[in-house]
């Protein structure tokens, strides 16, 4: 069964840049057709879909955050990471990594809150 655990810093300084992994275990993040996600939810508010990095480790990002949104993958380690530069406190969320098929969020991570306050 494949499990995802997001891992990083608690805490972000304004204008600095957040980053995070994701740790797949249980299933490769090669296999064909599955895509990596990154959504976040800050307090009070709804889900946002981030960007993903697919199968073949083409990466796509939402429009409103492309600007300061990397995603990348390491296949040695199994890991997808999530690079968001020039934060402010509105980016204060839990981040959820996720495995999407078909357009589906079919397996979530338990979420990681990131903090950003000086």
């Known amino acids: 069964q494949v499990q995802l655990q997001e891992s990083g810093p608690g805490l972000v300084k304004p204008s600095q840049t957040l980053s995070l992994s994701c740790t797949v275990s249980g299933g490769s993040i090669t296999t064909n057709y599955y895509y990596w996600s990154w959504i976040r939810q800050p307090p009070g508010k709804g889900l946002e879909w981030m960007g993903a990095?697919?199968?073949?480790?083409?990466?796509y990002y939402s429009p409103s955050l492309k600007s300061r949104t990397s995603i990348s993958r390491d296949t040695s380690k199994n890991q997808f990471t999530l690079q968001l530069s020039s934060v402010t406190p509105e980016d204060t969320a839990v981040y959820y990594c996720?495995?999407?098929?078909?357009?589906?969020?079919?397996?979530w991570g338990q979420g990681t809150l990131v903090t950003v306050s000086s």
């Open positions: 996720a495995r999407v098929y078909v357009g589906y969020l079919e397996v």
């Open positions: 990095v697919t199968y073949t480790g083409s990466a």
